[in-house]
């Protein structure tokens, strides 16, 4: 299985940001992708989680800014984010199964 991540970069508070999760060499559609997040010396975190169902999750933090959504003919998973905070720094990884990605950094700075 092969996770990859893309989409992170620099934005200003208040802006928007896209991050794309695709996933190659596994059945997709059936299951749970998560998106997780690691600021610098804190602990990795779930940010948000979309069944094969569509059924989605978040982080309370995250909640009424973020969408997770998933693609199952392209074998992807999106995560919108809207109202970006500077405490939204950190390094975005996505979970299928039990393989990571190697993470896509996003920053939230003026």
């Known amino acids: 299985v092969q996770v990859v991540e893309s989409g992170g970069g620099l934005v200003q508070p208040g802006g928007s940001l896209r991050l794309s999760c695709a996933v190659s060499g596994s059945i997709f559609s059936i299951y749970l992708v998560e998106w997780y997040r690691q600021a610098p010396g804190k602990q990795r975190e779930l940010v948000a989680g979309?069944?094969?169902?569509?059924?989605?999750n978040y982080a309370d933090s995250v909640k009424g800014r973020f969408t997770i959504s998933r693609d199952n003919a392209k074998t992807t998973v999106y995560l919108q984010m809207n109202t970006l905070k500077p405490e939204d720094t950190a390094v975005y990884y996505c979970?299928?199964?039990?393989?990571w990605g190697q993470g896509t950094q996003v920053t939230v700075s003026s």
């Open positions: 979970k299928f199964l039990r393989s």
């Open positions: 979309i069944t094969g169902a569509g059924g989605a």
